[in-house]
């Protein structure tokens, strides 16, 4: 690795997946190069994803397909933390109903708790996870399950997921029948939660990570709630418009196109009078709108907007109409994926 990129100073990258290193079964162009590259350097590659749905193996096999190094160790999943939940609040060796896929019921054997289908076996805890093929029936031995008692924990709270197609409803969109059928709301494991980033920890050792994802409210938020840094890129669900109304809990150290920005120097944003620049790129607050100018990379005019936009809205959030202007005429798209 060249001195003074932006992955310098950490020890391990914790990333996500779905958005970052692929859509559905295809890789984000680039990203298994800088991948490959950033583990020739030694830098530890954990792959922390929030979709319970696949064996750590199978995801590993999958990246191995796409050209990223990866192995099952590397893999840490909002199945495995759930089932950590779970083990630490149940007794050992219990009845868990599982709504998901193979991935939660491997963690929960993993963990020695006995996955089951039904309400008849008496479970302690319903655990759920987005499966492909998840049906009416399991969510109603689901429902039932949770009305007698059982303790219920969703893997994550995700609402849609990204896909090649656009994006899929997420298991947050799912567990809602549960919790709506039930008035039980769901212990929720995965990110921004700090279950799964436990789980991380725990796994890789790592002092010093890096957080990378393409989502506000899971990545982003998650970083912010464990006090590591983020790092946002733009090829997945997050687009500048998203970023730039940001709350404060989901605003990120840095901002790139994709990862090969892991492998260049991070650019200063700098004050400049009474706005901030960033290269060839200046960015102001004025009359309660964002004003952006300059040229060259449209990634350096975003950064540059981001520190002009979250320093005017402080502990708020900006609004749309103020920051919308500046995007459409400034920052046409290349480089940066429109909204």
């Known amino acids: 690795m060249d001195s003074n990129t932006l992955i310098d100073p950490y020890d391990t ?60 160790e590397d893999v840490v999943t909002s199945a495995q933390a759930a089932a950590r939940l779970v083990a630490e609040r149940v007794e050992p060796g219990s009845a868990v109903l599982v709504v998901g896929g193979m991935g939660l019921r491997s963690a929960l054997r993993a963990h020695g708790l006995r996955p089951v289908s039904t309400a008849a076996e008496e479970p302690a805890a319903v655990v759920q996870g987005i499966a492909p093929d998840l049906s009416y029936g399991l969510l109603c031995e689901g429902t039932l399950a949770v009305r007698r008692g059982a303790l219920f924990v969703a893997a994550n709270a995700d609402t849609t997921m990204p896909s090649g197609r656009g994006e899929l409803p997420g298991n947050g ?34 002092r010093r990570p890096l957080v990378v994802g393409d989502r506000l409210d899971t990545d982003i938020e998650g970083a912010t709630n464990a006090g590591v840094d983020a790092l946002l890129v733009l090829t997945g669900v997050t687009g500048p418009l998203d970023l730039l109304t940001a709350g404060p809990h989901r605003r990120p150290a840095y901002v790139a196109a994709d990862l090969s920005a892991l492998h260049r120097p991070y650019p200063a ?35 540059a907007a981001c520190t002009a936009t979250w320093e005017a809205a402080g502990e708020g959030r900006a609004d749309e109409d103020a920051v919308k202007a500046a995007l459409d005429s400034r920052l046409p798209g290349e480089g940066v994926r429109r909204p």
């Open 269 to 303: 944003v700098l004050r400049s009078g009474d706005g901030w620049a960033c290269e060839g790129w200046s960015a102001r607050w004025d009359g309660g709108r964002l004003r952006l100018d300059g040229h060259g990379e449209a990634i350096d005019g975003l950064r």
């Open 13 to 72: 990258l914790l990333l996500d997946l779905d958005g970052v290193v692929y859509l559905g079964r295809d890789p984000v162009p680039g990203a298994p190069e800088a991948l490959r590259r950033a583990a020739e350097g030694g830098v530890r590659l954990a792959y922390v994803t929030n979709n319970a749905s696949r064996t750590p193996g199978a995801i590993a096999e999958h990246l191995s397909t796409l050209g990223a190094p990866a192995r099952a």
């Open 173 to 206: 969109a799912m567990a809602r029948v549960i919790a709506t059928a039930t008035g039980v709301e769901p212990v929720v494991a995965g990110k921004p939660e700090p279950p799964l980033h436990r789980e991380s920890m725990l796994r890789t050792g790592s």
